[in-house]
């Protein structure tokens, strides 16, 4: 097997703040996608989760590639599909995960998120901001159109 070749000591290493690697469209070749990045200087990947349905993913992944950040959070597309014990879920996957941060989390009032109710979409990740506060994890913050209310909230 051919190894990557050797970094000069002083290049750039980078971190990927935002990426989707247990996507069902890519997951089957994260792998290759790992080495290849980590050859051109991409030290970490933060993998951002968006629902219940994808935090196992990310943290089997975060287990299997030290250079995987985890990241739980329900994104604002799938505010709809959450079950009741959401937050309790969420709670467990952070208890589990020690260097886990939030996200991704926020608010859409785009094409997509127009769709979905602003007040659950608020509810959602305020509740999520108040849980990153709580446990002291930083957060990944979506927004689209919707910079107004998110500063109003952040304050």
């Known amino acids: 097997m051919a190894q990557a070749p050797a970094r000069a000591a002083s290049a750039v290493r980078l971190f990927d703040a935002h990426c989707h690697l247990q996507d069902p469209r890519v997951a089957a070749v994260a792998p290759t996608l790992i080495r290849a990045a980590a050859a051109s200087g991409v030290a ?3 993998v951002n989760g968006t ?15 030290p250079a995987v950040v985890p990241c739980f959070g329900l994104h604002p597309w799938w505010v709809r599909e959450r079950s009741p014990d959401w937050m309790d879920s969420l709670r467990r996957f952070f208890a589990e995960t020690p260097e ?16 979905i109710d602003f007040g659950e979409q608020v509810e959602v990740f305020q509740r999520q901001l108040e849980l990153a506060k709580e446990m002291d994890r930083p ?6 159109r919707a910079f107004g209310d998110l500063l109003e909230i952040l304050k």
């Open 44 to 46: 970490r990947f933060a």
């Open 51 to 65: 629902s219940e349905k994808d935090w196992h993913i990310v943290k089997q992944m975060a287990e299997e590639y």
């Open 100 to 115: 886990a941060a939030v996200g991704e989390i926020g608010l859409d009032k785009g094409s997509h998120g127009k769709t």
């Open 139 to 144: 957060v990944s913050v979506h927004c689209v």
